[in-house]
């Protein structure tokens, strides 16, 4: 089965800063990349598709680039309300398999 | 307005079985595949398996093959994931998501946080 690896685990940034998020496919997925965010105690929320189309409704400071092994989520400026642990899901072929998560905070 | 309506919390004890739903409202419950997620406590996100309502075709993760079984019943737009005997490790929360042939999964039910303890 194709693993899905994230780095980094976690990372502490200031508000405003441009944060990325790796995630790395052991075999080639194509574009077949989903990012969620988790916000403490609620459902997972789909941020974006297609390793790169924004979902509806999602602010436009998340973007997502990649294709293949490698993809990135990037938070432009980071928010208050971006903290929150965000996963990677693999879904070109089952098992669907999510990264392990990266824990974002606020310094 | 799409939803996922999950089943309430459930205690249980080991050995026991259990049965958890989730009942999709606001679209067309046979067009979209219902998948099933674990979240352990503290841990993140595992993909459980997937349920075409269509015709219960299924695909299980190698993780959950065997020790959990998934079911749809479309008259009442409802998917249902269900144990037979309960271990003190399936405590967990249980989401269930739908999907779109090759799309990601895009809406979420609320979770359902099954406790297994004696």
């Known amino acids: 089965d194709i693993q899905m690896t994230q780095s980094p685990s976690s990372l502490s940034a200031s508000a405003g800063d441009r944060v990325t998020i790796t995630c790395r496919a052991s075999q080639g997925i194509s574009n077949y990349l989903a990012w969620y965010q988790q916000k403490p105690g609620k459902v997972p929320h789909l941020l974006i598709y297609?390793?790169?189309t924004l979902q509806s409704g999602v602010p436009s400071r998340f973007s997502g680039s990649g294709s293949g092994t490698d993809f990135t989520l990037t938070i432009s400026s980071l928010q208050p309300e971006d903290v929150a642990t965000y996963y990677c899901q693999k879904y070109d072929s089952v098992p669907w398999t999510f990264g392990q998560g990266t824990k974002v905070e606020i310094k | 307005e799409v939803q996922l309506v999950q089943s309430g919390a459930e205690v249980k004890k080991p050995g026991e079985s259990l049965r958890i739903s989730c009942k999709g409202s606001?679209?067309?419950?046979?067009?979209?595949?219902i998948s099933w997620v674990r979240q352990m406590p503290g841990k993140g996100l595992e993909w459980m398996g997937r349920i075409d309502p269509r015709d219960s075709y299924m695909n299980y993760s190698p993780s959950f093959q065997g020790h959990v079984t998934m079911s749809a019943d479309m008259s009442i737009s409802t998917a249902f994931l269900q144990w037979s005997s309960l271990k003190a490790s399936d405590t967990a929360m249980y989401y269930c998501s739908r999907h779109d042939g090759d799309n990601s999964p895009d809406y979420w039910g609320q979770g359902t946080l099954v406790t297994v303890s004696s």
């Open positions: 606001g679209y067309s419950f046979s067009r979209y595949w």
């Open positions: 297609a390793a790169s």
